[in-house]
T-cell receptor, first 110, second 117 residues
Framework: QKEVEQNSGPLSVPEGAIASLNCTYSDRGSQSFFWYRQYSGKSPELIMSIYSNGDKEDGRFTAQLNKASQYVSLLIRDSQPSDSATYLCAVRSGTYKYIFGTGTRLKVLA | GAGVSQSPRYKVAKRGQDVALRCDPISGHVSLFWYQQALGQGPEFLTYFQNEAQLDKSGLPSDRFFAERPEGSVSTLKIQRTQQEDSAVYLC???????????????FGEGSWLTVV
């Protein structure tokens, strides 16, 4: 079992819809969780970080964390074609090692 | 510069050749990471530096891989006797605070794309 698992997709949603991206992790002791967006040929950029159970909202993005279920998700409201990218879930293991999932490719259809 | 700078951006190496990849982190950033990203995969941890000290090199795939950060700023990842399976993007990242600090954000460079032929 990989430490951080994501569905590779592609996940296709129509413009204006809500995109829901999911991630599970195996280390129950993990405390810090991150979502990165990576455009093709570019480096990952941080979208959201979340450390406590519940929801965290930032503009059109909402991160959700459920430590009991070892599950973290990212919702993108009012999806735009410019949101089309690969979304990487990352979990910090210990004090410095960030473990990444394989990423989910999102396609927003105009 | 404002961001993490990596060079070369693209490198084609013949099998068996040695390569050196350079990372110039954001000025003042204490923590520096190297990651390897194969096509269609997420970044895989290679090594971590806190200032000039290499605290973790557990992700380096073999003893052909070597990383250094002698003065606590610029870092070099060296790959000796390159093999085809070394073909990947090598991402450098840095962060201001000690890794593990609350709210610490890591910033990635654009990566060095290595193709071994």
């Amino acid at each position: 079992q990989k430490e951080v698992e994501q569905n590779s997709g592609p996940l296709s949603v129509p413009e204006g819809a809500i995109a829901s991206l999911n991630c599970t992790y195996s280390d129950r002791g993990s405390q810090s969780f991150f979502w990165y967006r990576q455009y093709s040929g570019k480096s990952p950029e941080l979208i959201m970080s979340i450390y406590s159970n519940g929801d965290k909202e930032d503009g059109r993005f909402t991160a959700q964390l459920n430590k009991a279920s070892q599950y973290v998700s990212l919702l993108i409201r009012d999806s735009q074609p410019s949101d089309s990218a690969t979304y990487l879930c990352a979990v910090r293991s210990g004090t410095y090692k960030y473990i990444f999932g394989t990423g989910t490719r999102l396609k927003v259809l105009a | 510069g404002a961001g993490v700078s990596q060079s070369p951006r693209y490198k084609v190496a013949k099998r068996g050749q040695d390569v050196a990849l350079r990372c110039d982190p954001i000025s003042g950033h204490v923590s520096l990471f190297w990651y390897q990203q194969a096509l269609g995969q997420g970044p895989e941890f290679l090594t971590y530096f806190q200032n000039e000290a290499q605290l973790d090199k557990s992700g380096l795939p073999s003893d052909r891989f070597f990383a250094e950060r002698p003065e606590g700023s610029v870092s070099t990842l060296k790959i000796q006797r390159t093999q085809q399976e070394d073909s990947a993007v090598y991402l450098c990242a840095s962060s201001l605070a000690l890794a593990g600090s609350s709210g610490n954000t890591i910033y990635f460079g654009e990566g060095s794309w290595l193709t071994v032929v």
